[in-house]
């Protein structure tokens, strides 16, 4: 089993990181962990605050 870390282009502007989920979700990938690494972060930077602060 791997850790893998999530980054990369967004999905869309609705849902940035829908394709972040979709692959987690992904039965083909079960037997891996998948990180969104902008939620490791000690802050929250909330749904619209992406758009605002993206270098965060």
């Known amino acids: 089993m791997a850790q893998i870390y999530l980054t990369g282009a967004v999905s869309d502007w609705d ?32 749904d619209d605050e992406i758009y605002e602060r993206p270098e965060e």
């Open 15 to 46: 849902d940035p990181f829908k394709w972040h989920d979709e692959l987690a979700a992904s039965d083909e990938h079960d037997d891996h962990t998948f990180v969104n690494p902008y939620t490791l972060n000690g802050f929250d930077l909330g």
